[in-house]
């Protein structure tokens, strides 16, 4: 069991460690104190029914629709500019400093639903988990224990960065560190975009 888990548990965190638009929006929610367990569990339980579509077989699927592919990653590409562009805009303009125990700018609906569509229209996710994961886990025995590792490292990384961002707190009191934030997200967001769009 456990040399299909532990395989499982290393693939995934490494593929969620990269910085992308689902971890930046976790972390900015982690730093604002604002509905962090439905983020981190949003986050979580989204990568937990990718992963078991993924193990599942999915990834044959999207490999028998070439077009699958094109069309999340043009769609993606298109959601990440417009991302990128909102954290630009925050980044130019400023004044936003970290006010712990403040009311949050976005409801718990509106921040579930802006997570989903983080999550779900990124094309990133689709191949990283039903068809990167979906296939390597054939080539372990214990397909169910490399999912459940996978599952494993996706709720342990999102819990930790959203309870974990608080230790930033002290460098996000200064409205400088949120422009700094939001710059680097909008240039990760345009260079995922660039990417796909040069795939």
Known sequence: MFTSFIPGFALSLTLILAIGAQNAFVLRQGLRRAHVFWVCLT?????????????????????????????????????????????????????????????????????ILTLLALTWLNPHVYLDTLVLLGSISAQYPDRLAFGSGAVLASFVFFFSLGYGARLLDPVFANPRSWQILDGLIALTMWAIALKLLLM
Do not use: H
């Open 43 to 111: 986050c979580a339980l989204s990568d937990a029914i990718l992963i078991a579509a993924g193990v599942a077989g999915f990834g044959a699927l999207a490999e028998a629709m070439p077009w699958f592919e094109t069309a999340m990653r043009y769609g993606g590409a298109g959601f990440l500019i417009w991302y990128g562009w909102q954290n630009a805009r925050a980044a130019w303009k400023g004044g936003e400093a970290l006010k712990t125990g403040g009311a949050s700018t976005l409801s718990l609906k509106r921040t």
